[in-house]
C-alpha cells in the first residue's frame, strides 16, 4: 500500500463515452501527477499540479481533461478517446516537485482499454 | 537521441547469478537518478537512489558516472523474486518531473 490510491482498476469505454478516473493521495503530499503507460515505451507525463495549480501539460490532446480540487485529489476525464489511447494510466504524488532527491508514490493504475 | 535510454532485454539468468543494468542519460545537467523496480501489471515501485559516489542496499549496489552520463545497477546472488522490469529515472532540475527509460526486463529462473 503505497497511500495512492486510484479508481477503477480496470475500465473498458467506447469511442463517444465520457469516464473519469480518480486518484486520492493520503501521504499529505504537495505535488500529484498523470502519467501513461503504453507497452514498450516509457512513461509518458501528461500533467503535474502542485498544490493544485497546474504547472506542466505535456503536450496532451484536449480529450483528456484534469481536475485537481485540492492537494489531495485529482480527477482525469475522458471523453471521445480513441483506440491508442489504451494504455495503463497512472498517478502519482511526491512531498514537493520532483527535484533533487523527490520520490514518487504512484497508484495501481487504471488500465484502460478503448473499443 | 532519447532523454533516458536502457537496454530492454530480458536478461534471464539463473538463481544466484550477479547481474549488472547500464543506463545512459542525454542531460549533462541532470541532478538525480534513481531505480524503480516495477512487477507485471502493477505501479512503480521506488528501488534506491543513486548517489554520487555510489551507494549499496543489501545485494542491489547502484554506480553514477557524471562524466560518461551513465548511471548502474547491480544484482548480486539474484532471487526469483527479483523477476521484474528496472526503469531508470533522472531528474534534469528541480521542480520539473521525473524522466523515465523504457526499462529493462530481468527474469530470474531456478
Known amino acids: 500500500e503505497t497511500g495512492v490510491t486510484q479508481t477503477p482498476r480496470h475500465l473498458v469505454m467506447g469511442m463517444t463515452n465520457k469516464k473519469s478516473l480518480k486518484c486520492e493521495q493520503h501521504?499529505?503530499?504537495?505535488?500529484m501527477y498523470w502519467y501513461k503507460q503504453s507497452a514498450k515505451k516509457p512513461l509518458e507525463l501528461m500533467f503535474v499540479y502542485n498544490f493544485k495549480e497546474q504547472t506542466e501539460n505535456n503536450s496532451v490532446p484536449s480529450r483528456f481533461s484534469p481536475e485537481c480540487p485540492n492537494s489531495s485529489h485529482l480527477f482525469l476525464h475522458l471523453h471521445t478517446l480513441q483506440p491508442e489511447d489504451s494504455a495503463l494510466y497512472l498517478c502519482a504524488s511526491s512531498q514537493d516537485l520532483a527535484g533533487v532527491g523527490e520520490k514518487l508514490f504512484f497508484g495501481s493504475g487504471t488500465q484502460l482499454s478503448v473499443l | 537521441r532519447k532523454e533516458v535510454e536502457q537496454d530492454p532485454g530480458p536478461f534471464n539468468v539463473p538463481e544466484g547469478a550477479t547481474v549488472a543494468f547500464n543506463c545512459t542519460y542525454s542531460?549533462?545537467?541532470?541532478?538525480?537518478f534513481f531505480w524503480y523496480r516495477q512487477d507485471c501489471r502493477k505501479e512503480p515501485k521506488l528501488l534506491m537512489s543513486v548517489y554520487s559516489s555510489g551507494n549499496e542496499d543489501g545485494r542491489f549496489t547502484a554506480q553514477l558516472n557524471r562524466a560518461s552520463q551513465y548511471i548502474s545497477l547491480l544484482i548480486r546472488d539474484s532471487k526469483l523474486s527479483d523477476s521484474a522490469t528496472y526503469l531508470c529515472?533522472?531528474?534534469?532540475?528541480?521542480?520539473?518531473?521525473?524522466?523515465f527509460g523504457k526499462g529493462t526486463t530481468l527474469s530470474v529462473s531456478s
Open positions: 529515472v533522472v531528474n534534469i532540475q528541480a521542480g520539473t518531473a521525473l524522466i
Open positions: 501521504l499529505g503530499h504537495n505535488a
Open positions: 542531460n549533462s545537467a541532470s541532478q538525480s
